[in-house]
Structures are given as structure tokens and as C-alpha cells.
T-cell receptor, first 115, second 114 residues
Framework: AQSVTQLGSHVSVSEGALVLLRCNYS??????LFWYVQYPNQGLQLLLKYTSAATLVKGINGFEAEFKKSETSFHLTKPSAHMSDAAEYFCAVSNSGGSNYKLTFGKGTLLTVNP | EPEVTQTPSHQVTQMGQEVILRCVPI?????FYWYRQILGQKVEFLVSFYNNEISEKSEIFDDQFSVERPDGSNFTLKIRSTKLEDSAMYFC????????????FGPGTRLTVT
């Protein structure tokens, strides 16, 4: 079985500050990991993904995440927050050994950016 | 850029009624999924569908739920007799094939059962 834990249901940062959203996963086989963003009243948009290539993954809008197997973590970072980054962020894991790659999501972290 | 579409965006129904949620996946995609998100909770997997059959379903996906791909473009989720606890946002997703890993999500249908 696979699971995802996102520490912090709500993170608040100032504009220009570092964004750090935490994600830890549990998987019995090598995982594929994803970060999705959900803006108000919209669907889920992929920010970035890890699929066993480079451990440091760069995504859209200046976000990146580092896969750390020893820590079972896949934290999302952005050096400088922008007002437009305010949204809910979901970490998800997919089982690389499975047959259909269903996604298991964390509970999400709501990011607020203060001017 | 191709995208997954879903209709309606919001559906209100009375308890016990049947509802059909519709999705049009991206045209060359082969794998299709339904997820749901109850307000304030995480996104949960319901069912995956490939080659005109269910490949996996969660324990949430009981006999009240069914999925169908009636033609080459639509992918539907039917709830036969809705319950209050079925109120949620339902997302459809698709992917071209397993090797691409990424799932493309639609904007969702908000189902409200009264």
C-alpha cells in the first residue's frame, strides 16, 4: 500500500519569501511522485513529477522538488513566492509496480501569500 | 493545448436520484480515471478504466457506481441512487499510456445531493 503525508494543512508566507511545502511518502516499491496545484474553482494541474530519473526535479512557475529516498520525502520549494502562487498544493504517489498507476494523494497544503 | 473536459460543472440532485457525470478525455489517451474530493478532504481514487473495462476500483466504488465509455470520446460515471455522502467534487483524468505516468485532470463536477 502507498500513502502520502503532507505536513501543514496551511502555510503562509510573505511575497518574495521561500516557499517550502513538505511531503513524505510510503511505498513498498520505487515510487513515482507528483505535485499538483489547484487554484480556486479549477481542476488539478501538474507542477512537476519524479519518475526515477534526476532526483532534483524542476517544474513550472519556478517550483522544484527533491526526491530523497533515505528520508522518503519529496518536498516542494520555490525561492521567492509570488501572489499568484496562492493555491492548494497536493503531493501524490503512484506505484511504479502497479498496473494502472492510480494516484494516492495527500490531504493538501493551502498556501497563502501575504503582500 | 488539448484538455480534459467535464460536464456539468455543478449538479444538484435529490437523494435517491440517478446522476451521470460526463467526461471527454484527451483524444489519444488510453487510460481513464475518476477521483472524488469531499469538501475539506483529500482527493481519493475511485476507479480506473482501460480497454473498455475496469482495471481497478477502490472500496468506495460500490455497486451504486458504474463507468462506461459509450463511444470513442465520452467517459461517464453513473451513480444509481445518490446518497448525501456522495456530495463531492468529482474529477476525471486521463493518460496516454502507462509510460507517460502523468495524469491530466479535468476541471471537475461539483455534485450536491440534497
Amino acid at each position: 500500500a502507498q500513502s502520502v503525508t503532507q505536513l501543514g494543512s496551511h502555510v503562509s508566507v510573505s511575497e518574495g519569501a521561500l516557499v517550502l511545502l513538505r511531503c513524505n511518502y510510503s511505498s513498498s516499491v520505487p515510487p513515482y511522485l507528483f505535485w499538483y496545484v489547484q487554484y480556486p474553482n479549477q481542476g488539478l494541474q501538474l507542477l512537476l513529477k519524479y519518475t526515477s530519473a534526476a532526483t532534483l526535479v524542476k517544474g513550472i512557475n519556478g517550483f522544484e522538488a527533491e526526491f530523497k529516498k533515505s528520508e522518503t520525502s519529496f518536498h516542494l520549494t520555490k525561492p521567492s513566492a509570488h501572489m499568484s502562487d496562492a493555491a492548494e498544493y497536493f503531493c501524490a504517489v503512484s506505484n511504479s509496480g502497479g498496473s494502472n498507476y492510480k494516484l494516492t494523494f495527500g490531504k493538501g497544503t493551502l498556501l497563502t501569500v501575504n503582500p | 493545448e488539448p484538455e480534459v473536459t467535464q460536464t456539468p460543472s455543478h449538479q444538484v440532485t435529490q437523494m435517491g436520484q440517478e446522476v451521470i457525470l460526463r467526461c471527454v478525455p484527451i483524444s489519444n489517451h488510453l487510460y481513464f480515471y475518476w477521483y472524488r474530493q469531499i469538501l475539506g478532504q483529500k482527493v481519493e481514487f475511485l476507479v480506473s478504466f482501460y480497454n473498455n473495462e475496469i482495471s481497478e476500483k477502490s472500496e468506495i466504488f460500490d455497486d451504486q457506481f458504474s463507468v462506461e465509455r459509450p463511444d470513442g470520446s465520452n467517459f461517464t460515471l453513473k451513480i444509481r441512487s445518490t446518497k448525501l455522502e456522495d456530495s463531492a467534487m468529482y474529477f476525471c483524468a486521463s493518460t496516454p499510456g502507462l509510460a507517460s505516468y502523468e495524469q491530466y485532470f479535468g476541471p471537475g463536477t461539483r455534485l450536491t445531493v440534497t
